[in-house]
């Protein structure tokens, strides 16, 4: 079973940086895509970013604006969200995701628990 943690969420200034890290770990065959999602209260899950497996990034959603970045270590199986220039309507949870090759044929989602970054205006 793989499971993905998250970490690096907390509170920052308007204007301020965070950075998201996301490790899977577990019987780990091969990860394609993986992804970041967001979740503000009251709102819908939306897609942030998303990376293949060979480190070209393939989305961004509009509201990123070239302030955030996505980036993968396929060694470590990690994904990393940097995030610049934050603004309080960047306050959600924020979690990963990532496709996990179990064996040919069985492609499941993997999603990580979430982790919250706050703005503070």
């Known amino acids: 079973q793989v499971q993905l943690v998250e970490s690096g969420g907390g509170l920052v200034q308007s204007g301020g940086s965070l950075t998201l890290s996301c490790a899977a770990s577990g019987r780990i065959n091969i990860i394609y895509d993986m992804a970041w999602y967001r979740q503000a209260p009251g709102k819908q899950l939306e897609l942030v970013a998303r990376?293949?497996?060979?480190?070209?990034?393939?989305y961004y959603a509009n509201f990123v604006e070239g302030r955030f970045t996505i980036s993968r270590d396929n060694a470590k199986n990690t994904v990393t969200l940097h995030k610049n220039s934050l603004n309080p309507e960047d306050a959600a949870v924020y979690s990963c995701?990532?496709?996990?090759?179990?064996?040919?044929?069985?492609?499941?989602?993997?999603w990580g628990q979430g982790t919250q970054g706050t703005v503070s205006s």
């Open positions: 990376i293949i497996r060979e480190g070209k990034v393939d």
């Open positions: 995701n990532a496709e996990h090759l179990e064996r040919p044929g069985k492609l499941p989602t993997i």
